[in-house]
Structures are given as C-alpha cells and as structure tokens.
C-alpha cells in the first residue's frame, strides 16, 4: 500500500472507536450521583501524533481556562484555551466550545504560533476524581508550514483541586429563587 492512499478501513477504526467512546459515556452518565465538581484538574492528553499534558482551571462558574503542553514528531507546542461549558446529560456530562492562542517550534522550521478553536465532550467520573474528555482542536497557523490543521485528542484528567459542594440550604435557596432576582444586601 502507498503512503500517500487513503485508507478507509483507519477511518472507520477511529469511527468506531469514537462512537463506543460516546456510547460509553451516555450510558455512565445516566447512574444516578451528585456531580463531581472541581477547581483544578491536570493529566494526560493523547491524540493520533501528538502526546502531552493538560491543566484545567475553573475561573467561572461556567468556564475553565485550559493549557496543554503537546509534542508530535515534528513539533512542540503550548497552547491556552478558554472554554464554555454547557450540560448535557445532568451536570457531570457536557460539552465544551472555547478558542485561543498556542505557539511552538517546529523541527527545520523554527518558531510556530496561531490560533485555536475547540469543541469537545467532558464526563466526570462518577466517585472518583477523574475528568474524561474527547474533543476537535482545530489550529489556524499565522506562523507554520501548512496554515490549518484539525487535531482531536482524549484526555484524562485528576481532580487536584475539588470544589465546595454546595450545603443543604444553598441548594434549596437555588430551588425556590427564581433565576434573575438577586439578593439585595443590607447595608
């Protein structure tokens, strides 16, 4: 086989894959639990040619910041994404858009940088510490070889930093409060 055919039984290996992954994680996301919550999470992000690590920082009640250090045979890239994240399927299972910046070096080419865009799914494992994600990076190159490129990677990730769960009267305060009336403070 020539390196340069398509080969369309790896593209339905990965299709096959990535659908078992989502079938997967609905089917974990319908046991009953309380979501995990979390601040801080960091692990490993593996895709097709590329390895390397992942932090995830909550900075609001909806969004994270994420960095990623990655490296594929060729290159070495750090990367900084914002995210937005929405449920799904109860609160431990959403998805994720975001966008942002990344820069690098490339081998017999020399400093790299662009930006990016992400879309993705999350679970948070139920009991355990654990984050898993599967999502579509696509970088557009302002300094590269090539001006596009898609990545996609799953990543798992260990809950360093778990959020306050909210207490019994916070919860039924968040019940009986309509969504747009603030507290008024007393001064």
């Not at 920082?57 to 994404?81: D, N, Y």
């Amino acid at each position: 086989m020539m390196g340069g055919c398509f080969n369309f039984s790896s593209v339905l290996y990965h299709m096959k894959k990535i659908l078992l992954l989502g079938l997967g994680l609905s089917v974990l996301s319908c046991l009953p639990a309380m979501a995990q919550r979390y601040k801080t999470a960091a692990g490993l992000r593996i895709g097709s040619d590329e390895f390397g690590l992942t932090i995830q920082q909550k900075v609001l009640e909806k969004t994270t910041l994420e960095g990623l250090l990655t490296a594929s045979p060729r290159e070495i890239t750090a990367t900084v994404l914002a995210e937005q994240h929405f449920p799904m399927l109860g609160r431990r299972f959403n998805y994720y858009v975001g966008g942002g910046v990344h820069g690098g070096r490339l081998k017999d080419y020399g400093a790299i940088y662009g930006f990016d865009a992400i879309a993705g799914i999350e679970y948070k494992v139920n009991g355990l510490p654990f984050l898993l994600s599967a999502d579509l990076k696509p970088a557009f190159h302002l300094r590269h070889e090539e001006w596009f490129n898609m990545g996609g990677a799953f990543s798992i990730r260990y809950v360093l930093v778990r959020e306050k769960p909210p207490t019994p009267g916070e919860i039924i305060k968040g019940i009986f409060t309509p969504k747009g009336k603030k507290k008024k403070k007393k001064d």
